[in-house]
């Protein structure tokens, strides 16, 4: 007999292990089904996010851009520091230092919640049986009343670049976070959010880097005022970025990698130490389900689910990456407490209009809700109000004062729409306006809450105040 449980996850990643944690807080009885090993030959929990995704890459920018101050952006405040040097491999070692505590700690979360982690390959099958190949081979199959499959997604190949992290030429994400040496020059294909995260690494710690994007449009996703400034402002601190520019070849060299590419202009040809693919991500659906469990995908392979992330077999779910919408830890991770609340019996609901979104360069970009170019299609009427971090006292203390708050406000009902940010601490900030949407706020309960002085707030404030023209420490045109 199969031994049985109330739940069976599928991944263990921030959406998995985040659902398994909130069903075993509600009593159920459960286990995790995870086949990570990680770069030290280790089982592992945490997934993309915390293995080789959010984690090491917000380390890795942390410490470039700690470098990078040191060396170029102090001088400003009258410190001069002499004999700035990069240790490589104690940078690297910090962050596989990091990426353990907290594999390690979601094990430790997963004893502490009697959740059991059942370490091998996992395989829906037909009446909710889930197959697990172990790291050994051996096949075992157990049974749940419900499965929840959360196997997340990986990075998409293309013909032109095939990748190869052993050898370490042309690589993807994970290659991309574990050079030992600051390659002279690095290619980048796709100017998405990984592509420029990786970029602004390894340029702060010194690499050259020329990034091409096939599609005219810098990050389409964001507001594209917000967008344009961004582009100027990488461009100003030395990333060579070709909009058009489509990869159609690369060849292996002894120099590094010759990359071919089309633009308006024609043909051309670079010639790049490293190449980083970074053209997008792709749901990791190929062996989840056995034909005759009769599981029904969507496009591009993704698993079809409802807006309360169930599939259409019933008691089975899927979260995270592997379905539709951003692919972001935090929505996965809320998409698994939803599912294990209405498999508990509750109510389980998740806002999708309210989800962050985050690019961690420097200046960092973060948004919530609509962006204008959006409410234009959708002919929504609104009002824009917008404050630039240049008259932001504590930004100028900082000495990151580039950027600026932008607010989208209901032109009849004042209602918040959207938060568009390019600045210091963009992530933290747009939280007050993930919060405020949240609750249905408007432009105006933001200008009537108080903020302390002198914050990079104040410029969240200044932006509601001027939605109605009203801005105190700006001229309202
Ligand atoms: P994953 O994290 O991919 O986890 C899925 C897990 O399932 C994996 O551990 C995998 O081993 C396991 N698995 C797959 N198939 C099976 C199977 N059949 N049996 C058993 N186990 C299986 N998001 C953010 O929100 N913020 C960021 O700053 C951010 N930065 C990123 C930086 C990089 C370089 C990358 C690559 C991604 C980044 N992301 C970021 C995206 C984020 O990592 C993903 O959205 C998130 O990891 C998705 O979580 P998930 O649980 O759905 O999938
Ligand atoms: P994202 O999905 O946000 O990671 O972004 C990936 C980016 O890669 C998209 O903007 C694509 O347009 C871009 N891209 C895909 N294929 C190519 C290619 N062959 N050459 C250049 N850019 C590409």
Redesign the pocket.
Known sequence: MAKTYDVVV????????VAAIRCAQLGLETAC????INFKGDPA?????L????I???TLLESSEQYHHIKDGIANHGIHVEGVRLDLDQMMARKEDIVLQLTNGISALFKANGVEWLQ????LLANRQVEITGHDGVVDVVSADNVII??????IDIGAAPVDNAEGLIVD??GA?DFRQVPATLGVIGAG??GL??GSVWSRLGSKVIVLEAVEDFLSLVDQQIARDALRQFRKQGMDIHMGARVIATRKTANGVEVHFKDKDGDHEIMVEKLLVSVG?RP?TD??AAPESGLLFGERGYIHVDEHCATNLPGVYA????VRGP??????SEEGVMVAEIIAGQPGHLNYDTIPW?I?TSPEIAWVGKTEQALKAEGIPYKIGSFPFSANGRAKAMDHANGMVKLLAHAETDTLLGCHIIGPFASELVQEAVLAMEFNASSEDLARTIHGHPTLYEAMHEAALSVHGRALHKINT
């Open positions: 599928i991944g263990g990643g921030p959406a998995g292990y089904v995870e086949k990570w929990l945490g997934g993309t996010c293995n080789v995704g959010c090491p890459s917000k091998g390959h996992g395989k959360a196997t997340g997604s990986r990075p994400s994970t976070l959010v990984i995260e990786l991500r990791n062996d989840v979260v995270g990456d592997v692919m972001l830890a935090h929505k996965g985050v961690y």
